[in-house]
Structure formats: structure tokens, C-alpha cells
């Protein structure tokens, strides 16, 4: 049975039928917004108009794929990672990241924020676009990359991991409220299934609290209904610990 898209949801996709990745721009305060929704979230308007993005960004955040973040929707893009990609134009999202080796992952890394564009690709009865990078070696270098024609039954984009390849936090003094702290801890216990007293400020959510990265995404909801402060996954993914989390809240609270 065919699916009746939305107005908005069908324009878009009819789009990418033409090739365009198309976005809503408010002409109230210049905000681009992708995916394209009605209301601006910089100002709030209701007037935002479809604009077509360039398709350029920027990596600024990487992350390599592991045995517990890896999909087998997303096996036909191979060889591929997770990113935090900001557009050319503004908008920033966690994305699948297509051309990332363990060949040139430290190349790419030394290089951040490094290059990007979108790929509309073909799926199962739709277009669709991802974000890719040329492909080059450990050095740089231009390579060929074999790229499959198969593309996942489902439009998603994944969220990038909490984890990343990097050595743990090493455990210090906390500088958190200790309400902070223990707030965070019973939050982290319902959102990772786990005993509240195996916790502590130095848990680290890389090394001790191993899970898909959208159980962290979760837990970020949690903090910000708790807490009522805003939380980028960015911010909260590099904060590494519990109490490095603490302190973000604290500090977020306090600036109102």
C-alpha cells in the first residue's frame, strides 16, 4: 500500500527526484532549517520558505562504527562511520558518514572540521541523500571507492554514538552539585537498565556504560525534562562521565 505523504514530506522527496536537497529558510532572521518543518527554530516564525541547500558541510565530529552501532540497513553504503556534519548553510545533525576507513579515519580526524557533501541515493521505491566524503587514503590521497547500488528499505539518518575512540577519563574531583550528581545517577540507572549503586561521578559512559548510541540520546532527553536546560549531544558526549555531565547541567542551569 503506497504511503500519502504529508505536503511538506512530499515536496521534499519530490525534490530529490529532481536532484535537489531542499531545506525551509525563515526570511524573518536568515535560519535555515534541514529536514525542512514549518516553524523556524531560531525565532519561532511560521513563514519559512523551501530554499535549495548546496549540499557542502563540514565534518566536525567523528565517530567510527562498532560491533553495537553498526546497522545492517546501512551495509550497502559501506564503507561508512558517523559524524556530527554541519551544513554550509547552518544546520547541524548526527549523520551516517559515507568513505570513512580505518585507513583514513586519523587523516580526516587531523583535518576537522573536514569536508563533506550529500549523495541522493536510490532506495526502495524513493530517493534519498547522505552525507559522504571523497574518498582518499590515509594520506589524503584520492582513491576509488566501489559504491553498491542497494540502499536501505528505511529514510533515517543514524544518530551519531556516545562513544568514541578515545581514552577514558581519568577519575577526579567532581566539581558538580552533589544533588546534581545524584540526579544524574538515577537518571543514568533508567536509561542504561542499570544498579544506581554500581554509579559514581567518575562512571564513564564510553568504557562503563557500553550501549547503542540511542540510549544515550535518550538519557539526554531525560536531563533536559529533569533539568529543564538545553543539551546538545555534542556537549553531553564530551563531558565522557557522569559527573563531566553534572557539571555541564550546573553550569547550563546557572546560565539560565
Known amino acids: 500500500m503506497a504511503i500519502k505523504l504529508e505536503k511538506l514530506v512530499k515536496t521534499y522527496y519530490d525534490k530529490l527526484e529532481e536532484g535537489k536537497v531542499m531545506g525551509r529558510k525563515c526570511p524573518v532572521c536568515g535560519n535555515v532549517e534541514r529536514p525542512p518543518v514549518y516553524a523556524c527554530n531560531a525565532c519561532g516564525s511560521y513563514e519559512t520558505e523551501w530554499y535549495e541547500m548546496s549540499g557542502k558541510g563540514s565534518i566536525v565530529e567523528l565517530y567510527m562504527t562498532t560491533a553495537m ?63 559522504a566524503i571523497d574518498p582518499v587514503d590515509g594520506e589524503g590521497n584520492p582513491i576509488e571507492i566501489e559504491k553498491k547500488a542497494a540502499a536501505p528499505a528505511k529514510k533515517e539518518e543514524a544518530a551519531a554514538p556516545a562513544e568514541q575512540a578515545e581514552a577514558p577519563t581519568q577519575p577526579g574531583v567532581c566539581k558538580a552539585k552533589p544533588e546534581t550528581v545524584a540526579a544524574l545517577i538515577n537518571l543514568v540507572a533508567e536509561s542504561y537498565k542499570v544498579d544506581p549503586a554500581t554509579l559514581s561521578a567518575d562512571t564513564t559512559f564510553e568504557m562503563d556504560l557500553k550501549a547503542p548510541s540511542v540510549i544515550f540520546v535518550g538519557f539526554c532527553a531525560k536531563i533536559e525534562d529533569e533539568f529543564d536546560v538545553m543539551v546538545t549531544i555534542t556537549d553531553a558526549s564530551a563531558a565522557k562521565t557522569i559527573g563531566g555531565v553534572a557539571e555541564l547541567v550546573d553550569k547550563l542551569v546557572e546560565e539560565g
Request: net charge positive.
Open 69 to 131: 552501532s553498526a546497522k545492517a540497513a546501512y551495509k550497502p553504503y559501506e564503507p561508512y562511520a558517523y559524524a556530527w556534519v554541519k551544513a554550509e548553510e547552518g544546520p547541524e545533525r548526527n549523520v551516517m558518514i559515507r568513505n570513512i576507513t580505518k585507513q583514513n579515519e586519523a587523516y580526516v580526524r587531523a583535518h576537522l572540521p573536514y569536508p563533506c557533501h550529500t549523495e541522493i541515493v536510490q532506495c526502495d521505491g524513493y530517493k534519498t541523500c547522505v552525507f
